[in-house]
C-alpha cells in the first residue's frame, strides 16, 4: 500500500503561492500605516489648536513659540495632559510645529501649528493677515485662512 504523501514540487508551489500573496499584503499593510500616522496627525494637530485657543481665552495671548507645548502642559487651568508629538517627525520625541504671525505672543493675531506630514519636509506659516502659506504634505491648522 503506497501512502499520499506531497512532493517536493507541491510543496514548492505552495511557498511560491504564499510568497507572493505576503508580497501583494505587505505594500498594502504599509500604506494602512502611513494613513494611520495622517490621521493621528491630524487629531493632534486639532487638540493643540483647540488648547491654543483655550490658552490665548485664559490668557489673552497666544503661547510662545519656544517650548509652547511646555507652557499648555504648565498653563492653569490644565490644558493638555501630555505632549503630543508628530508621527513623521525626525524622532518619536519631535514636536508639532507652532509659528505664530508676529514673533511676539502679545501681539499676533494668527497661529498655525502643523505636522511636516509624509515626506517630513512640510511647512507652514502665517502672516499677519492671517494667510496660511504650505509646502509639500504639511498636515495643518490655524485660525488663519489661506
Partial sequence: ??????????LLIVMAVIAILIAIAIPSFRGMQNEARKTKAQ???RVVKIAVESYYKNNGQYPAEANYQTTLLNASP???EAPLYDPFGATSTT???????????ATAR????????PASNGTAAVDNNGTVT????????SNGHL
Fill in 1 to 10: 500500500m503506497r501512502r499520499k504523501a506531497f512532493t517536493l514540487i507541491e
Fill in 43 to 45: 487629531g493632534d494637530v
Fill in 78 to 80: 490644565r490644558i493638555l
Fill in 95 to 105: 514636536a508639532y510645529m507652532y509659528d505664530l504671525s508676529t514673533g511676539d505672543p
Fill in 110 to 117: 494668527y497661529y498655525v501649528i502643523y505636522s511636516v506630514g
Fill in 134 to 141: 504650505t509646502s509639500n504634505d504639511a498636515i495643518w491648522e
